[in-house]
């Protein structure tokens, strides 16, 4: 691999072919795998350098690729919970606030959907209703005026 520059204050660098190539190929990279790259060259330097990284999901802290031991005191849910327990818990907290959040306009449009299947359900059973007790209606008024007949021959 050779760099040649002509001159500090000029821009252009002379590469040799496989230079040329390396970075070619890394030009040609997706913005995936860049960001992809990027995060494995980033983590390498910190696992390198000493650096103790912490992540808070609702003031809950974790420590990255460390096992965490204590029991935290009893919470609102009752009973002890480990630290990867609490943050499970909050993860499925967050995204259920936020599910609620992002579809309560859905809301109403289910229940006036809801509503209507409902009356449609409803009026052809008391369509239902009134027509069998019509019929109870008029059969009993014929059994009684045939008994009636009957009884007076």
Not at 93 to 110: A, L, M, Q, R, S
């Amino acid at each position: 691999m050779e760099i040649h520059r002509m001159k500090p204050e000029n821009p252009i660098i002379i590469v040799d072919e496989a230079e040329f190539d390396r970075i070619d190929s890394i030009a040609k990279l997706k913005e995936e795998e860049v960001e992809k790259l990027a995060e494995e060259m980033f983590l390498r330097h910190v696992k390198s350098s000493g650096i103790s990284m912490r992540f808070r999901i609702n003031g809950v802290e974790k420590v990255i690729r460390q096992q965490v031991i204590t029991e935290l005191n009893y919470d609102e849910r009752g009973y002890p919970e480990s630290v990867s327990e609490e943050v499970k818990h909050i993860i499925v907290d967050d995204i259920t606030h936020y599910i609620n959040k992002h579809f309560e306009h859905y809301k109403d449009d289910c229940k006036e959907v809801v509503e209507y299947e409902w009356s449609l359900y409803k009026s052809r059973h008391e369509r239902r209703i009134k027509y069998w007790k019509f019929l109870f209606g008029i059969t009993f008024f014929v059994l009684l005026v045939e008994c009636t007949c009957r009884i007076i021959q």
